[in-house]
């Protein structure tokens, strides 16, 4: 089980048990880690103290019950307050407003559970958006909604503003910590990045409740789209890839660690397996076959999500968008999850066209960053690992009924590809 899975059972545990006493102690007990180590596990998934966390979950739902009916005084004494002064004192500190004045405002909205592990989908109007952005003086600008180009999906978590920034929003600041932190490194080193823009007041982002905004420029170029994929384009995104994986070498490590071998064997092949009526002889052999490789693997700080829509090409330039999900993993990870990326946006187009843009992309990162013999040899079961996941996380999720069928197709034919796979 990786540190994210865990965080995210006290998450799930800090929520169902507001009403009660909660210790660090006790969290770090049940997560199976010293105090000291779970205090700094739990900030870099959150961006908070877990203490503060907790506190500001209670005094969010807090005011939420007031909003529902409840009185001042039995608000806070269900969430833990002696009394209602402590609360307001409490709220005023948090969230630099007073309870009444965030009431009035319509902001004491239900509050989103909180959960690191899946992608965030939040209701933000433009309105809203337009009373957000006064703190960059930009409240009068055009507010456009963004759709993803090949799914026609509506972007949940951004919007346009104006022709040359995009507005973007979560409730996890550890996200949105992790992302600044990342684009302001490669930043420096000349690499094209959504670096925040600061506030009037010099602020790189500005919290709502439990909602937190950032501003950025929308770069120069345009977005890679997979089903446009030309010759070299594949050799292009694995050296481009390399690339940043050599920047990110040269980054401080401030990001969490995730074990895909646990995550796969714990959650994602039980669940996959499941869905794909897998045998219990293949699903031996494979995890047997990459717990073999995996502890040989070379890790560092990846970007997690480097699909083609989040390469930008300008024309001496390239960079990378959305490093909300940036962790430590093993690194090849990057090269596997792009490839896949080109699959599931052009499947049943021409699948052979696409084993020729994987091997593409490993041999464009192979040249710049140089593959282990191990790695070359876990990069087919590090493709499937992938897999694994996309079909264990989509089979939660009621939303994506369509997407997850795809993946199965999906899974299925590179099964049956394995051996084809492994000709890189």
Known sequence: MDNRTIIQKSLDYIEDHL???ITAAELAEMAGFSLFHYYRLFQQATGLPV????????????????????SKIDAALAYGFDT?????????????STPSDFL????????????ITKEEHMTITHKKAAQILQNWNMGDETITDIYYEVTGNKNDNACYVGDGYVLKYTANLGKLKKHIEVSEALESIGLLAAVPVTTIDGAQYVQEGEVYFYLTRRLPGEQMVSNRFGA?????VGEIIGQLHLALSKVEDFVSEADLLATVRDWALPKAKAALKLSDGFCGEYLDTFAALYPDLPWQIIHRDPNPGNIICADDQWGFIDFELAERNVRIYDPCYAATAVLSETFGQNNDKWLEIYRDIICGYDSVAHLTDKERR?????????QFVCVAWFAEQDKYAEILETNKKMTAWLIEKLEELKDI
């Open 51 to 70: 203490m503060q966390y907790i506190l500001r979950r209670r005094l969010l739902h807090g005011v939420y019950a007031m909003k529902q009916g409840s």
């Open 104 to 115: 009035e405002s319509s902001r004491a909205r239900r509050p989103y559970r909180i959960d």
């Open 19 to 21: 009403q009660t006493d």
């Open 378 to 386: 876990a990069i087919p079961y590090v493709i499937l690992a992938n």
């Open 84 to 96: 209602y002064a402590g609360f307001y004192k409490a709220f005023c500190r948090e969230f630099g």
């Open 232 to 236: 070299g384009d594949g050799r292009f």
